[in-house]
């Protein structure tokens, strides 16, 4: 998904674009994804999560490959958009069948194992893209990913065990869900953490390749090392079943505000322990939210993580490209205001849940 984050430099100069333009990379992406969710979670309901999941890893390849042969910025965000079609078969599936494959044999620390193959994948989509972008160009870095879901999809139908077909009436199941005012929280409050987390790593390349730092494509791409502090999210999930996804989400949220506060001197010491803290917390509070959409409703579980992750990946595409308008005018300074006032709008609204319960 974030293949060409940490390379947005890169694009800009290959294709002659602004940042917010060369951001569209990843907006592409999580646009499409968010559209496409209210069609694979549903369909999830109906033929099955692992049929799901192994249909939307084998049809990744081959955009993937596109991408890596994009002759012109237009054809790069087609193909970018193609991916994001696809996403959701895996990742508004792989909720549901964690949470009915996995959580009820070893509780909600489940979910935090699943989160931490998430970082995982987000660690190569970014540090090894960048690495191999230096030594071979971008264009066999971003295409050379499609060996991922290649071998996945072998993985997958290989390894997963089937689970019976949970729902009928997509329809109906979709329409419920979007009703639902637990779900719609959960999905609000995720979304404005990814918001911000999608505006921040897009960007602070930028800063790190402008004085007084000064860095490269490679080393600056080492920021994304914070990723690995992800690892956290198994030890998350313990506690989420003793203090429960409110509470996790609201500290997280406070100190990813600290988080982004800590970036605004001009040190990198104190961007990178405020972007640890940032990257933590994120986490963290994406693992108990992603439990809270499971325990937001007991039936329609495809239908219920569709809608949250159609408006959680739509923030996403509009933390990749707003930010980046910030970023033109008021540079550091301004995508870390936008993040700490999103983060104001989630808090306003964990704690409305608060109130109707």
């Known amino acids: 998904m974030y293949s060409t984050q940490a390379i947005l430099p890169e694009l800009g100069r290959d294709f002659h674009v602004s940042p917010a333009e060369a951001g569209l990379t990843v907006s592409a992406v999580v646009v499409a994804l968010a559209l496409a969710a209210f069609v694979w979670g549903p369909l999830s309901d109906r033929i099955g999560r692992k049929r799901s999941l192994v249909l939307a890893s084998a049809l990744l390849v081959a955009p993937t490959v596109g991408a890596g042969l994009a002759p012109t910025f237009g054809t790069l965000l087609a193909c970018r958009a193609l991916q994001g079609l696809c996403m959701p078969g895996l990742l508004t599936v792989g909720v549901p069948y964690v949470t009915e494959a996995f959580v009820p044999r070893i509780g909600s620390r489940a979910m935090g194992y699943y989160v931490s193959a998430l970082v995982a994948g987000g660690l190569i989509g970014r540090i090894g893209v960048a690495l191999v972008t230096s030594v071979v160009g971008w264009r066999w870095a971003v295409g050379g990913l499609a060996i991922l879901p290649l071998v996945g999809a072998a993985v997958l139908q290989r390894t997963l065990p089937d689970l019976p077909s949970p729902a009928r009436g997509a329809g ?20 404005t953490f990814f918001f911000t987390f999608v505006g921040a790593f897009s960007y602070v390349t930028y800063r790190l390749e402008r ?56 040190s990198i010491v104190t961007i990178v322990i405020g972007l640890a803290a940032f990257t933590v917390a994120n986490f963290a509070g994406v693992t108990a939210a992603q439990v809270g959409i499971a325990e937001a409703t007991d039936v329609d579980r495809g239908a219920a993580t569709a809608v949250y992750y159609s408006l959680y990946y739509a923030s996403g595409g509009l933390g990749g490209y707003l930010p980046g308008l910030a970023w033109q005018t008021w540079h550091w300074n301004g995508i870390a205001l936008v993040g700490l006032a999103v983060l104001g709008v989630g808090a306003i609204v964990l704690s409305a849940g608060y109130d109707s319960g």
């Not at 109906?172 to 979304?191: D, E, G, H, Y």
């Not at 990723?227 to 506690?239: D, E, K, N």
């Open 172 to 191: 109906r199941s979709l329409r419920r869900q979007l009703t639902n005012p637990r779900v719609l929280r959960v999905a609000v409050v995720a979304s």
């Open 211 to 266: 004085p007084p730092f000064g860095y490269g494509t490679a080393v600056g791409s080492l920021i994304f090392v914070l990723w690995l502090l992800g690892a956290v999210t198994p030890l998350v999930g313990r506690l989420l079943d003793r203090v429960g996804w409110r509470r996790i989400v609201a500290v997280a949220l406070a100190t990813c505000a600290v988080g982004l506060l800590l970036t605004f001197p001009t």
